[in-house]
Every structure is written in structure tokens, then in C-alpha cells.
């Protein structure tokens, strides 16, 4: 079932909206997510279908290469710094946004865990989660 989720960013001069289902709602312990979250991992539900999400205001975009080799887009708010949208350049049809970021955050269901092989023992993972010591093969 689709469901539309809406959000933005903390002070509210980035908004979006997609009406799709998410492909995976992922941790992430790769230590790009790490220094990007400040924590242990990253926390994204992933879409396929980009084009459906439409957004308001103006971001920036800090270019990085992650752990798997390839040059991730992150789009913040260039007033509140708060990350808000995760583009991936091998994969450009993908949006991942940012589970703190929705108006609803509770909607938020964690499935996998991926770069365990970059975690820490004090980032406590769910015993139920798919793990994988990489990225998703």
C-alpha cells in the first residue's frame, strides 16, 4: 500500500512530500553515516521512483564518496544544517530520506542494518534486524 509521507527539515524552510512505499528502511554503520550522524549509524527509508517526491526550498548538497566506492549526494538545509534527503550517483532513480526528518517519525520500521562491519559494540542493534556485514548484495 502506498503511503505519502510528509516532512522537512528543523526550522521548517525544507518540506517534502512522496507518495510511495518504501524498497527499505535502513541503519546504516558505515563511518560516512557515522560522521554524518554524529552517532553510531544513519537511519534512511530508501524510495525507488525519485521523481514522485516533490519539495520546496532551497538545499545544499555536500558530495562524498561512501563506503561502497560511490559518490553519494546529501541535500541539507543551508539554514538549520539539519540533513533531510540522501541521492545516490549509481543509482539516480534513489532517494533516501532522513526517518528524524518526517513529520510522523514514528512510521519509521527499521528492517536491516547494513556496514556491521563498521559498527560499534556501544550502537545497540535490534536482535531482530537483517544484518549485513556490507552493503546489500
Known amino acids: 500500500m502506498t503511503t505519502t509521507y510528509t516532512g522537512g527539515c528543523a526550522c521548517g524552510a525544507v518540506r517534502y512530500q512522496i507518495a510511495a512505499t518504501p524498497l527499505a528502511q535502513v541503519h546504516c554503520q558505515c563511518r560516512e553515516c557515522q560522521r554524518v550522524s554524529g552517532t553510531g549509524h544513519g537511519s534512511y527509508l530508501v524510495f525507488s521512483g525519485r521523481e514522485a517526491l516533490t519539495r520546496s526550498g532551497e ?6 564518496v561512501g563506503d561502497s566506492g560511490t559518490l553519494k549526494h546529501h541535500m541539507f538545509c543551508p539554514t538549520c544544517g539539519n540533513p533531510v534527503f540522501l541521492e545516490f550517483a549509481a543509482a539516480p532513480e534513489t ?9 510522523a517519525p514514528a512510521v519509521f520500521a527499521p528492517q536491516v ?4 562491519s563498521s559498527g560499534h559494540a556501544w550502537d ?14
Open 59 to 64: 538545499t545544499t548538497t555536500w558530495k562524498v
Open 124 to 137: 545497540a542493534i535490534a536482535p531482530d534486524l537483517t544484518l549485513c556485514e556490507k552493503g546489500p548484495r
Open 113 to 116: 542494518v547494513t556496514y556491521t
Open 95 to 103: 532517494v533516501a530520506i532522513h526517518p528524524g526528518s518526517l513529520d
